[in-house]
């Protein structure tokens, strides 16, 4: 049950706190991104809630934290890539106003998603260590 619960905190991020905190002025209502930009912020933070409720309905209705863990990955890896790879697209954490929710001088939503990442892989690399063995996308039989 302790797997499931910090699979639940390690899922909240991409799943309900993303999305709550960009439909407002800075994303998705923000006047100064084109309506193209904004239909595939709306696109992303839809497809990213629902893998994050596919995830949890793997955990708890399959009991397959494996895969639900594995997809928990996959979401917060592309959001670490695009952190990684935002200078060469132009990218930025920054809104446009140019503030930054930071601490430390570390971008509090980069420091989240890291953490929640060494949250899932934790949980995915104890799963296949414990030979839990679940059918799913993680290639278990």
Do not use: K
């Not at 670490?80 to 920054?94: D, E, I, K, N």
């Not at 509090?108 to 995915?124: E, K, N, P, S």
């Not at 030979?131 to 996308?137: A, D, I, K």
């Amino acid at each position: 049950m302790a797997r499931i619960i910090l699979l639940a905190l390690c899922l909240l991020p991409i799943g309900v706190l993303t999305p709550i905190l960009e439909i407002g002025p800075t994303h998705v209502f923000n006047p100064d991104w084109p309506g193209h930009a904004r239909v595939h912020e709306v696109w992303q933070l839809i497809t990213n809630a629902l893998l994050a409720g596919l995830a949890l309905w793997f955990a708890l209705s399959r009991r397959d934290i494996n895969t639900a863990s594995l997809l928990g990955l996959l979401v917060n890896s592309a959001f670490l890539a695009s952190v990684l790879l935002a200078p060469f697209y132009g990218g930025t954490m920054r809104h446009s106003d140019g503030t930054e929710i930071a601490f430390g001088g570390v971008n509090l939503a980069v420091a989240v998603m890291v953490a929640a990442t060494i949250g899932l892989l934790a949980i995915y690399l104890d799963g296949r260590m414990s030979g839990e063995r679940r059918s799913g996308l993680d290639g278990q039989a």
